[in-house]
Every structure is written in structure tokens, then in C-alpha cells.
């Protein structure tokens, strides 16, 4: 007597996005990375649709300046628009580094032409881009808003 062949049901891929757990005790800072004394190198991100990301960087090394940090370089990525890009306007080009590769290697090359101390990004950073960029451009990698004091309530 021959057996039916057995066939396993197929498992499907669940396809729903999962949910991001709110950390419990409010923002999460970085390690304590200070600015004051050190030469930034100070590197923007921005779609091809903001026009005023000259007015972002210039307010952005103003704050740098405040917290008594000195930009020794300012570099923007900006994502342009090419065939079906316009639907990726808003992604990084690396969910890893936030930037091209051409781009890290840039910032690469004028933090080692600068000796620059820190490099701040104008955009947030996710605890995992911090350590990835930390480790590949060789000195911290901060978001603006990891260094700027806490406003008061």
C-alpha cells in the first residue's frame, strides 16, 4: 500500500511592517559627544525639493558655533530626481549611512584633511547609523539634535 505523499502547507512571508516599540524614557541621547573646542565637519542630507538647505546648513553651524565648536567643513548629499526616483525622494541612499558611498569617502577624506574632532549631520540618526558611521569615518558621528541641550519645561 503506498502512502500519500505528504506536502507541507506552504508558509507565507508575513508581509505587515512591524511595530516600533516607543522608547520608554523619552529621547535617547547619544554618548556624550561634546562639540565645545572641537573641529566639525558638518554634513546635510536633503531631497531635491527643499530649495532653503543653504539656510538649514548656515543655522546649523550657527548652532555648532554656539555650543563653541568650530565647522571646518560643510557638506550637503542632496537626492536628486531621476526615472522612479521621485517615489524615493524622502529615503536615504543607505538606511546604513544615510549617504552615498561616493559621499561617505568625501566626508572620509575632509575629516582627514581637516583633522576634524566630530562630524555632526544635520538629520536625525538612529542608534545603528550612529555606530556605523562612527566606525567607518574613524571619529564620532552625532545628529544635531543629539547635541543640542534639552529645552527646559
Given at each position: 500500500?503506498?502512502?500519500?505523499?505528504?506536502?507541507?502547507?506552504?508558509?507565507?512571508?508575513?508581509?505587515?511592517?512591524?511595530?516600533?516599540?516607543?522608547?520608554?524614557s523619552g529621547r535617547r541621547r547619544a554618548s556624550s559627544?561634546?562639540?565645545?573646542?572641537?573641529?566639525?565637519?558638518?554634513?546635510?542630507?536633503?531631497?531635491?525639493?527643499?530649495?532653503?538647505?543653504?539656510?538649514?546648513?548656515?543655522?546649523?553651524?550657527?548652532?555648532?558655533?554656539?555650543?563653541?565648536?568650530?565647522?571646518?567643513?560643510?557638506?550637503?548629499?542632496?537626492?536628486?530626481?531621476?526615472?522612479?526616483?521621485?517615489?524615493?525622494?524622502?529615503?536615504?541612499?543607505?538606511?546604513?549611512?544615510?549617504?552615498?558611498?561616493g559621499k561617505i569617502r568625501e566626508v572620509i577624506q575632509?575629516?582627514?584633511?581637516?583633522?576634524?574632532?566630530?562630524?555632526?549631520?544635520?538629520?536625525?540618526l538612529t542608534g545603528h547609523q550612529r555606530c556605523v558611521?562612527?566606525?567607518?569615518?574613524?571619529?564620532?558621528?552625532?545628529?544635531?539634535?543629539?547635541?543640542?541641550?534639552?529645552?527646559?519645561?
Open positions: 500500500m503506498r502512502r500519500p505523499r505528504f506536502t507541507p502547507a506552504r508558509r507565507r512571508r508575513d508581509r505587515r511592517l512591524a511595530r516600533r516599540v516607543p522608547a520608554k559627544v561634546t562639540v565645545a573646542g572641537a573641529d566639525v565637519v558638518l554634513v546635510g542630507y536633503f531631497s531635491a525639493k527643499q530649495k532653503d538647505f543653504d539656510t538649514v546648513m548656515a543655522s546649523a553651524a550657527g548652532e555648532v558655533a554656539g555650543l563653541g565648536g568650530r565647522v571646518v567643513e560643510r557638506m550637503v548629499q542632496r537626492r536628486g530626481v531621476s526615472d522612479g526616483g521621485v517615489q524615493k525622494m524622502g529615503l536615504p541612499y543607505s538606511s546604513r549611512t544615510l549617504l552615498s558611498h575632509a575629516c582627514d584633511r581637516t583633522d576634524a574632532d566630530v562630524v555632526v549631520f544635520v538629520a536625525s558611521l562612527t566606525a567607518t569615518l574613524g571619529r564620532p558621528a552625532v545628529s544635531l539634535s543629539d547635541i543640542l541641550p534639552e529645552p527646559s519645561s
